[in-house]
């Protein structure tokens, strides 16, 4: 009679250990310390018993797939026991970096070379110095704790999560291929072992002085690209990364939108950027001076090369405003007032790029609420513009649609 999970979790131990049989040979030994799946089999004259595992880590399903693999075995003269042997040992020569290496070359499938990269060299730094030498069956929970927590301490809290990811990813894999029995880390999430992230509080001024700002980047006596490039962070707000390295194909005059792809977008999502009048004359003006780059912010030195990172930053501190504004701090700034005059929440969060969105929903959703979101672009350029000149039409957003 085939056994039951009912009747295999009712089996209690007894004075001795004893066997629940279920069918051709497959027999489940329960004793006071567990219960065990075995097969007992004769092989050259000799008598072995093979064990399956430990139930319930090893199901009855699984055993009965395992015992059927041992009975074929068997049919064709081989010992299951030295197949086993043989398993366990390639098992016990794969480390964390070689299945790390056989699950990347599999993972980049369809991943752009730049992404595949930055993954595999983040690996490199963070997580294969500590484990790529274990091996793979010895890989515990506590070993990838302990390296992500590393990682943690150093500050990088986003990081520590998707190495965290990656090792999850990584063991998986492992698991898919018969290299282990269970994933340590499956089910782990990085709340269970790794702090909150601190909250961000990017340095920004006031609203009040906003018209102050936005008179000295007028007068701003460094480079024209510097001074346009804060002038059109200030109109559209994007992330500092996101402006430096624009290029000309991403922005449609006619249709007065910058379309951002999904690889240059933190949330790997893509995104629109409505273009209002003031933002439509920065760019023209750049497309005099930008000529023969393919970025829209080329490097004073190199033209095949984006503007550096800390360049808006640098000029801000040049205008007087260290530890007052960053390039980041435009977006806070706008975020403020936007809210302050009524405009929508969920209208100033898509403009931010703020919603983490799966990627069959941002195919769908980037243009979502594009016409408000549109007419709220071009009443920022009126007002930063009134800020300028001194007499700011300080209307509610609602008479603006």
Sequence with gaps: MKLSDVAIRQAKPLDKPYKLPDGTGLYLLVNKSGK????DYRFEGKRKTIAYG???????????????????????????????????????????????????????????????????????I????????????DLSAGKVRKTVQDIEKRGAFDMARRQLQKCNQIMRFALAHDLIETNPVAGIQPSDILQSRPKRNYVRIEAKDLPKLLSDIDG?????????????????FVRTS?????????????????????????MRTPHIVPLSDQALEIIKALQAISYGSDYVF??????????????VLYALYRLGYRGRMTGHGFRGVASTILHEKGWPHAHIEL???????????AAYNHALYIEPRTKMMQWWGDYLEGLRKGNVLDFPAKKTG
């Excluded at 398993?87 to 016990?92: F, G, Y």
């Design 298 to 311: 080329p490097s004073e030195s190199y033209k095949s090369k984006h503007m550096s990172n800390n360049t």
């Design 242 to 266: 996101e402006l430096i390295k624009a290029t000309w194909p991403e922005f449609d005059l006619e249709a007065k939108r910058w379309e951002i792809p999904a690889e240059r977008m933190k």
């Design 126 to 137: 963070d997580v294969l110095p500590d484990l790529g030498g274990v091996p793979i069956a």
């Design 54 to 124: 430990v139930y319930p880590v090893v199901s009855l399903s699984v055993a009965r797939n395992a015992h059927l693999d041992a009975k074929r075995l068997l049919a064709a003269g081989t010992d299951p026991m030295d197949a086993k042997k043989a398993d366990q040992l390639r098992i016990e020569a794969k480390t964390f970096l070689d299945v790390a290496t056989q699950w990347f070359e599999q993972w980049r499938t369809g991943i752009t070379e730049k992404h595949a990269a930055d993954v595999w060299r983040r690996l490199e």
């Design 36 to 39: 065990y799946w075995r097969y």
């Design 351 to 361: 403009q931010l790029a703020h919603q983490e969105r799966d990627a069959v929903a």
């Design 220 to 236: 701003y006596v460094g480079g024209d690209h510097t001074r346009l490039a804060m002038q059109l962070m200030a109109l559209t």
